[in-house]
């Protein structure tokens, strides 16, 4: 069955650094979305994408988050300074349709 | 707003008990409802969805839901639980594209 798959599942990162968070969706999906879940808490949607841009953002997407589908094949999502407050857990998910909606096995950031 | 909420935070259950952890979602739009679970340590996994039809869903590991229109419902059921059970279990609602929407979820402690 195909997956979507996150890169690196585990990243330690100081307070103040930028860190990208690497995804490759499945290959026939459009639509390409992170989402987060803080420890203890609920998974948080943060942003969308289609047809090379941001359809729907989240407020916790602030000017320090940015998306990019760089090469056709990865999504990433870049955070600029890194704050204590971002460590999470960040899944990337992808669909072509509403049958298709998947989730990758996640990244956990931990911000230092 | 589309929203979900699991009224129950944290079951804890007996091996062999039957389990049903209840969702409700709020009026309006069209209705995708998911259930995933989540095992310490690891991702989202995908249990069950509703789009149409029998409503009435049967999932992977023993697991079924029903939907329920007129109560705005769609409760997880499970008539004997295993220690291996023991998870977070989040219900969503998921457009066809777009963001998805968690509620809380519920802290499922099985004990053996």
């Known amino acids: 069955e195909p997956e979507v798959t996150q890169t690196p599942s585990h990243q330690v990162t100081q307070m103040g650094q930028e860190v990208i968070l690497r995804c490759v969706p499945i290959?026939?999906?459009?639509?390409f979305y992170w989402y987060r879940q803080i420890l203890g808490q609920k998974v948080e949607f943060l942003v969308s994408?289609?047809?090379?841009?941001?359809?729907?953002k989240s407020e916790i997407f602030d000017d320090q988050f940015s998306v990019e589908r760089p090469d056709g094949s990865n999504f990433t999502l870049k955070i600029r300074s890194t704050k204590l407050e971002d460590s999470a857990m960040y899944f990337c998910?992808?669909?072509?349709?509403?049958?298709?909606?998947?989730f990758g096995s996640g990244t956990r950031l931990t911000v230092v | 707003a589309q929203s979900v909420s699991q009224h129950n935070h944290h079951v804890i259950l007996s091996e062999a008990a039957s389990l049903e952890l209840g969702c409700n979602y709020s009026?309006?739009?069209?209705?995708?409802l998911f259930w995933y679970v989540q095992y310490p340590g690891q991702h989202l996994q995908l249990l069950l969805k509703?789009?149409?039809?029998?409503?009435l869903v049967k999932g992977i590991k023993g697991f079924e839901a029903e939907f329920i229109k007129s109560k705005f419902s769609f409760n997880l059921r499970k008539p004997s639980v295993q220690w291996s059970d023991t998870a977070e279990y989040f219900c969503?609602?998921?457009?066809?594209?777009?963001?998805?929407?968690f509620g809380d979820g519920t802290t499922l402690t099985v004990k053996p």
């Open positions: 998910a992808s669909s072509a349709n509403i049958f298709g909606y998947t």
């Open positions: 290959s026939n999906h459009l639509y």
């Open positions: 994408f289609y047809n090379n841009e941001i359809s729907e």
């Open positions: 009026y309006g739009g069209t209705v995708n």
């Open positions: 509703y789009f149409s039809g029998d409503p």
């Open positions: 969503a609602r998921v457009p066809k594209a777009g963001k998805s929407t």
